[in-house]
């Protein structure tokens, strides 16, 4: 099933000049990734206080962007320039799912918008990152599948977030939309888990041949 992840390769290779640049001068990957949460945090409490204002939505998906290039870039220091540690690791993980539930669960406030169905979605989103760490425990590399995963997300909700700085959203459509996050997040949390095991027990199997 696509995914925006799919297209992770190409965006890091557009950023890799940055983080060359950024590495010569010091930076660090647990500081970028500290930077994108504290943006997240601080974005998210303008949205919050602005109570969803035309300029907040419309900046929501730069914001978003910006979040999705330092994500890139604090990975790429970490593999390919000696950066990569444990600590940085759940600082990664972690950071990653506040900075989700800073971002959209303002969407909460908006008029017509359901918040049990908004922390819904947030909370299904932070099972499905989850569920891709937990693929580690069983000995499968940690899973990025979609359809609904942290660059999806944000296309879908910076999208949502345009759209409302020009168009007036039922309740009904705009509720449905949350609904359907919800399920599109609930499938990733299936697919993650689905093909963590399957590639689990083929490398069981494999271990059991070459014995």
Request: aromatic share 12%.
């Amino acid at each position: 099933m696509a995914s925006l992840y799919d297209f992770k390769p190409w965006f890091q290779s557009t950023l890799r000049p940055i983080t060359g640049w950024l590495a010569r001068a010091g930076a660090t990957a647990n500081g970028i990734t500290v930077a994108a949460l504290v943006m997240s945090t601080f974005f998210g409490m303008t949205f919050f206080l602005s109570a969803g204002a035309r300029p907040v939505l419309l900046l929501l998906p730069l914001i978003l962007l910006i979040r999705m290039a330092l994500n890139a870039i604090d990975g790429m220091l970490a593999r390919e320039h000696g950066q990569k540690t444990d600590r940085g690791f759940f600082l990664n993980e972690l950071t990653d799912v506040a900075a989700d539930a800073a971002l959209y669960l303002p969407f909460a406030i908006l008029p017509g918008a359901s918040a049990m169905l908004v922390v819904f979605a947030v909370g299904v989103s932070g099972l499905a990152e989850l569920a891709g760490v937990l693929a580690l425990g069983v000995g499968a590399a940690r899973r990025y599948d979609g359809p609904f995963g942290k660059s999806d997300r944000a296309l879908a909700f910076g999208a949502l977030a345009f759209l409302l700085a020009f168009f007036d959203f039922t309740p009904i459509l705009l509720n449905a939309i949350f609904g359907l996050f919800i399920g599109l997040g609930t499938l990733t949390i299936f697919r993650r888990v689905n093909r963590a095991l399957i590639e689990s027990e083929a490398a069981k199997r494999d271990a059991t041949d070459a014995d």
